[in-house]
């Protein structure tokens, strides 16, 4: 059974530049959060992705925007990269809104990110 | 304003002893209640889950956890640690309808041989 996956596993950027980052969510899941964990913190909320659509979006400008395709898996995109940026990023993966246990999220690895 | 603090930014324990890790939550309604691993360079694996029911919640790795209402806590337990524990520890809610899990700031656990 696999996991949630995410790729790449690091990233160098510098600043200004443009990042997407790749998730595919664990099998049966069809719903897609990402997080942003700042190096000592714990994760803050990016967005959450189903059918499609943005359904939730915590506290991050228009800079970070995302994507899921027919098949769940999910892109985040970040533009004009800034130093505050560099961080791990984190995609989780749960069942759609509705069903039981929807709440609990499972954690790819993470892509780090580092801009420069 | 809705939080979840856990006041321990590090705790050592000795292998071998007991290891409790605690976590408060401040919302309206009773949130469900997350705790997770997050070994060095690593991503986050869900230790164990509180919905409703029973308040003792068993997870894996030997880990438990006891919900206390009229605390507002959701304090982690394990009765024997091993030097594999020594991770940093999230406690996360959200709440029923919600999609988002919001993270207290982690507390970090090291083991001594």
């Known amino acids: 059974d696999a996991g949630v996956t995410q790729s790449p596993t690091h990233l160098i950027k510098t600043r200004g530049q443009q990042v997407t980052l790749r998730c595919s969510p664990k099998s049966g899941h069809d719903t897609v959060s990402w997080y942003q964990q700042a190096l000592g913190q714990g994760p803050q909320f990016i967005f959450q992705?189903?059918?499609?659509?943005?359904?939730q979006r915590g506290n991050f400008p228009d800079r970070f925007s995302g994507h899921q395709f027919p098949n769940y898996s999910s892109e985040l995109n970040v533009n004009a990269l800034l130093l505050g940026d560099s961080a791990l990023y984190l995609c989780?993966?749960?069942?759609?809104?509705?069903?039981?246990?929807?709440?609990?999220?499972?954690f790819g690895p993470g892509t780090r990110l580092l801009v420069l | 304003a809705q939080s979840v603090t856990q006041p321990d930014i590090h705790i050592t324990v000795s292998e071998g002893a007991s290891l409790e890790l605690r976590c408060n939550y401040s919302?309206?309604?009773?949130?469900?209640l997350f705790w997770y691993v997050q070994s060095p360079g690593q991503g986050l694996q869900l230790l164990l889950k509180y919905f409703s029911g029973d308040t003792l919640v068993q997870g894996i790795k030997g880990f438990e956890a006891e919900f206390k209402r009229s605390q507002s806590s959701f304090n982690l337990r394990k009765p024997s640690v091993h030097w594999s524990d020594a991770a940093e520890y999230f406690c996360a809610v959200v709440l029923g309808g919600d999609y988002k899990l919001s993270f207290g700031a982690g507390t970090t656990v090291t083991v001594r041989a």
């Open positions: 919302y309206g309604a009773t949130p469900y």
């Open positions: 992705y189903y059918e499609e659509e943005e359904r």
């Open positions: 989780a993966s749960s069942l759609h809104p509705g069903t039981s246990a929807q709440e609990t999220q499972y």
